[in-house]
């Protein structure tokens, strides 16, 4: 039988990982953003320099709002820091 401590851990985890993902798929946009700016790279990304910048601070606050989701929800589910 499954218990529902059982079922909050695995969602708990599950949404962490959802998390994880947002954040690197945001942080992998602003890289080849930054990358199509300086050249390296042929599509995709910020038109200019100015729109990179509002790009990593998105990135940053993106981030952040994530990071603490992710120790909310750990909280909730029950997931212990190793």
Known sequence: MV?????????????????????????????????????????GGPTDWGAAGIAIVVGIVITVISVFGILFISKWGGIEKK
Not at 13 to 40: E, N, Q, R, S, V
């Open 3 to 43: 218990t529902i401590r059982e079922v909050k851990f695995a969602i708990a985890g599950a949404i962490a990982a959802a998390f994880g993902f947002i954040i690197a798929l945001i942080w992998k946009d602003i890289i080849i953003g930054i990358m199509k700016l300086a050249g390296l790279w042929q599509e």
